[in-house]
């Protein structure tokens, strides 16, 4: 996968060499290529904001630097068809980043991310990509950055780790949070190493049991413990066909039931401890 990241501080990208991406570029799984917006302006202070038209505080980003950049980046590949990119521009006011947007990013040769500064770009840039490119508006979370920078680190590994070979097992991905099929797009519960006894807190004695019919059981009511707690939004999101009679019982003991479209809500009465 080609991954091109434009931006004033591309020394923020720094950490895409170490680690789990690193490894993934110095492999060739992965061709990261960092670009300084700055190299796109013509004036003696290399100037890329301005002030916002209608007023207000802040800055915003010049059009001029975004599409030169853009243009001299799209130029080195195709755009149109299989091998056209993937337009990313991080902002607040995108669509939530998901697990399944990463897989779907995951899928594509070739990913172009804008992470801007100040109050964002002017949206013009979108518009005019968006006429030819796949452009994707992302947002990381409900709170404002004050670059674009760390949300694509945070991107750039959630799809890196997601391409074949990256990581070691391939299988770490079919028990993660929020993975379709089996685990219906629950999380994960919690997970246990040697010894098995530290600071006085035993592991639970199912896991040392050797059982794997018990293990599998006791981390899906784990997982859907940790799910009704921690998000109970996503249980009522989760696909009920993806869900054993056991499940049920354990959602039924939650205070959850099916309504008639099948979807879990929280039971009417309060459930009696
Ligand atoms: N005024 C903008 C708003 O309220 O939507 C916030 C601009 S923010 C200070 C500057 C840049 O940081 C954004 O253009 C975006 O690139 C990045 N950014 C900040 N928070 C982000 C988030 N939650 N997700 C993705 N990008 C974010």
């Given at each position: 996968?080609?991954?091109?990241?434009?931006?004033?501080?591309?020394?923020?990208?720094?950490?895409?060499?170490?680690?789990?991406?690193?490894?993934?570029?110095?492999?060739?799984?992965?061709?990261?290529?960092?670009?300084?917006?700055?190299?796109?302006?013509?004036?003696?202070?290399?100037?890329?904001?301005?002030?916002?038209?209608?007023?207000?505080?802040?800055?915003?980003?010049?059009?001029?630097?975004?599409?030169?950049?853009?243009?001299?980046?799209?130029?080195?590949?195709?755009?149109?068809?299989?091998?056209?990119?993937?337009?990313?521009?991080?902002?607040?006011?995108?669509?939530?980043?998901?697990?399944?947007?990463?897989?779907?990013?995951?899928?594509?040769?070739?990913?172009?991310?804008?992470?801007?500064?100040?109050?964002?770009?002017?949206?013009?840039?979108?518009?005019?990509?968006?006429?030819?490119?796949?452009?994707?508006?992302?947002?990381?979370?409900?709170?404002?950055?004050?670059?674009?920078?760390?949300?694509?680190?945070?991107?750039?590994?959630?799809?890196?780790?997601?391409?074949?070979?990256?990581?070691?097992?391939?299988?770490?991905?079919?028990?993660?949070?929020?993975?379709?099929?089996?685990?219906?797009?629950?999380?994960?519960?919690?997970?246990?190493?040697?010894?098995?006894?530290?600071?006085?807190?035993?592991?639970?004695?199912?896991?040392?049991?050797?059982?794997?019919?018990?293990?599998?059981?006791?981390?899906?009511?784990?997982?859907?413990?940790?799910?009704?707690?921690?998000?109970?939004?996503?249980?009522?999101?989760?696909?009920?066909?993806?869900?054993?009679?056991?499940d049920l019982a354990t959602l039924a003991e939650l205070g959850w039931e099916p309504g008639p479209d099948?979807?879990?809500?929280?039971?009417?009465?309060?459930?009696?401890?």
């Amino acid at each position: 996968m080609r991954i091109d990241v434009v931006t004033i501080f591309p020394e923020y990208l720094e950490p895409l060499n170490v680690s789990l991406v690193g490894k993934a570029r110095a492999r060739g799984q992965l061709d990261v290529r960092l670009h300084d917006l700055r190299d796109w302006t013509h004036d003696r202070h290399r100037t890329v904001d301005d002030t916002p038209y209608g007023g207000g505080p802040g800055m915003v980003m010049k059009p001029e630097p975004w599409g030169e950049a853009l243009d001299a980046v799209l130029a080195a590949g195709p755009s149109a068809g299989d091998g056209a990119p993937v337009l990313v521009v991080p902002t607040p006011s995108g669509r939530p980043f998901t697990q399944e947007l990463a897989v779907e990013l995951a899928a594509r040769p070739w990913l172009i991310f804008t992470p801007a500064r100040y109050e964002g770009i002017d949206r013009r840039v979108i518009d005019d990509y968006a006429e030819r490119l796949d452009v994707r508006e992302v947002s990381i979370g409900d709170y404002v950055l004050a670059g674009g920078e760390a949300p694509v680190l945070v991107m750039v590994e959630a799809v890196a780790r997601l391409l074949p070979g990256v990581l070691g097992n391939a299988e770490s991905h079919r028990d993660d949070s929020f993975a379709p099929g089996a685990m219906a797009g629950l999380l994960e519960g919690p997970v246990y190493t040697k010894p098995p006894e530290w600071r006085g807190r035993a592991v639970p004695e199912v896991l040392i049991s050797g059982h794997h019919g018990r293990i599998g059981r006791w981390r899906r009511d784990e997982a859907l413990r940790r799910t009704s707690t921690h998000r109970p939004d996503l249980v009522e999101r989760c696909d009920p066909a993806a869900l054993d009679k056991r499940d049920l019982a354990t959602l039924a003991e939650l205070g959850w039931e099916p309504g008639p479209d099948g979807r879990f809500g929280r039971a009417s009465r309060p459930v009696e401890e």
